[in-house]
């Protein structure tokens, strides 16, 4: 069993910075596709960003510009710059490992307006 475990959520200020960090464990041998999606209150889960193992990535049009996802080894980390409030939501990480997925338990991103 693949445990995913994020960190780095918090309360910020529109136009402030967080980053979140990941940490999965297992063979990193074995770890695919890294990413980060986010669910605010009553919309559906979203992909925000996603690396693969040779670093190429992907942005929600949201998101580009502003955040950037990167990974070390078993870590993928976001960081998070010019935060807005609709940014607002619980931050998943998720990694392929095997062709199987796995999810962290979420960390809350609050920005206040």
């Known amino acids: 069993q693949v445990q995913v475990v994020e960190s780095g959520g918090g309360l910020v200020q529109a136009g402030g910075s967080l980053k979140l960090s990941c940490v999965a464990s297992?063979?990193?041998?074995?770890?695919?596709?890294m990413a980060w999606y986010r669910q605010a209150p009553g919309k559906q889960r979203e992909l925000v960003a996603r690396i693969t193992t040779i670093g190429s990535t992907n942005y929600s049009d949201s998101v580009k510009g502003r955040f950037t996802i990167s990974r070390d080894k078993n870590q993928v980390f976001l960081q998070m710059n010019s935060l807005k409030p609709e940014d607002t939501a619980v931050y998943y990480c998720?990694?392929?490992?095997?062709?199987?997925?796995?999810w962290g338990q979420g960390t809350q991103v609050t920005v206040s307006s």
């Open positions: 998720h990694v392929d490992y095997r062709g199987n997925p796995y």
């Open positions: 297992g063979s990193i041998f074995y770890m695919n596709a």
